[in-house]
C-alpha cells in the first residue's frame, strides 16, 4: 500500500469481514430477497459520500479461504474506472448498486482467487460478487486504505492510522482501542437517524425508475 499511496496511510472504516454463507443455507429477509449473497455492481467510490471522491482510496479484497467462482468470488469490468461515478439506485435488500443497463456486463472478468492471494481495486472499479453455490462459507476481508490527510467517505465510522512514517507515534496497533471506537461509534449513531446516512443517492435518478 505504501508503493501505491505513500507513507501517511489511514485505514478507511468502510471495511468488512464477510461470511458469505452457501445460497442453500443463506438468510432471508422478510421479502425472501438474502441477505450477504451476491454483491450488485457498485463502485467502492459510489458507495462513499462525495466527499471522498477526489481521494486515493484503494480496496484490498482478500480471501481467507479459496474463493472459486462456485463459492462466489468477485467479477469486475477491466477499465471502468475510466468513466467517472456512475449512477446507483437503491436495490432492495442488496442495498445500492448500478443498475444493468448501465453496466457492460459482456465485458466482466471473473475473478477466482485462493487463500493468500490479494486483489487490488481503483476506487470507481466497476465489481459486483457471484452468489455462493458451493457448500462452504465463503470468507474474505475487504479493506480500504487511503491517504491520512484525506476523507474516508464515511466518517461517522472510525478509521485509524495504519502507517505513518512522519509520526510513527500516531499509529494504531491496539486491537482493544480499535474496538471500543466501534462500540462509542455504535452507540453514537444508534440515537441518531441524519448520521446513519451514508450514500449520496436516493432514488431519483431517472434511470432508477
Ligand atoms: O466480497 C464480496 O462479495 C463483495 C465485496 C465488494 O463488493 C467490495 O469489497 O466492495
Not at 456486463?105 to 481495486?121: H, N, T, Y
Request: aromatic share 6%; with cysteine.
Amino acid at each position: 500500500m505504501e508503493q501505491l499511496i505513500g507513507g501517511e496511510i489511514y485505514s478507511n472504516p468502510i471495511q468488512h469481514a464477510r461470511l458469505k454463507l452457501p445460497e442453500s443455507r443463506a438468510v432471508r429477509d422478510d421479502k425472501g430477497d438474502i441477505l450477504q449473497g451476491a454483491t450488485q455492481w457498485h463502485q467502492d467510490n459510489g458507495v462513499a459520500l462525495p466527499e471522498a471522491d477526489d481521494t486515493d482510496m484503494i480496496t484490498v479484497w482478500l480471501p481467507l479461504w479459496d474463493a472459486p467462482i462456485e463459492s462466489g468470488c468477485l467479477e469486475v469490468i477491466p477499465r471502468s474506472h475510466r468513466d467517472g461515478i456512475i449512477d446507483h439506485c437503491p436495490l432492495g435488500a442488496a442495498g445500492f448498486g448500478i443498475p444493468d443497463k448501465l453496466v457492460e456486463k459482456q465485458q466482466a472478468v471473473s475473478l477466482p482467487m485462493a487463500r493468500g492471494d490479494v486483489l487490488l481495486l481503483h476506487r470507481r472499479t466497476c465489481h459486483s460478487s457471484l452468489s455462493n453455490l458451493s457448500k462452504r462459507v465463503r470468507w474474505s476481508f475487504d479493506l480500504r486504505y487511503n491517504s491520512t490527510d484525506q476523507p474516508s467517505g464515511r466518517d461517522a465510522f472510525p478509521g485509524f492510522i495504519a502507517r505513518s512514517r512522519a509520526h510513527p507515534k500516531t499509529e494504531l496497533h491496539d486491537a482493544t482501542v480499535w474496538k471500543n471506537s466501534w462500540l462509542a461509534a455504535r452507540a453514537k449513531l444508534s440515537g441518531d437517524a441524519e448520521a446513519q446516512t451514508f450514500n449520496r443517492w436516493d432514488g431519483s435518478r431517472e434511470v432508477c425508475a
